[in-house]
């Protein structure tokens, strides 16, 4: 078992930074992948950005030039900062754990991006 548990979520207006965090305990194993995946009202959840334990990094395209996702391997952290923030990246936020077919997710956290 992995838990995940986020924090960094909160209220921000348009233009804004905000710097989500995740950090993993429990079985970890060595070669796996964490990652933001986020969630807005009415609609399915969908990958921001994902980063591998040896620092190769994925981003969806509307986020690429505004995100940056980091890890700390010592730590079992990730982190997700979020840079130039709009409306529509309003969402709930969350951390992902997977390693080959074993995957785990964080609780969420809510982010708010007003106009």
């Known amino acids: 078992q992995v838990q995940l548990v986020e924090s960094g979520g909160g209220l921000v207006q348009a233009g804004g930074s905000l710097r989500l965090s995740c950090t993993a305990s429990g079985s970890i194993y060595r070669l796996n992948t964490m990652g933001w995946y986020r969630q807005a009202l009415g609609e399915q959840r969908e990958l921001v950005a994902t980063i591998t334990q040896a620092g190769l990094t994925r981003y969806v395209g509307p986020v690429k030039d505004r995100f940056t996702i980091s890890r700390d391997n010592t730590r079992n952290t990730v982190n997700l900062q979020m840079d130039s923030l709009k409306p529509e990246d309003t969402a709930v936020y969350y951390c992902?754990?997977?390693?080959?077919?074993?995957?785990?997710w964080g609780q969420g956290t809510q982010v708010t991006v007003s106009s």
């Open positions: 992902r754990y997977s390693s080959g077919s074993l995957s785990y």
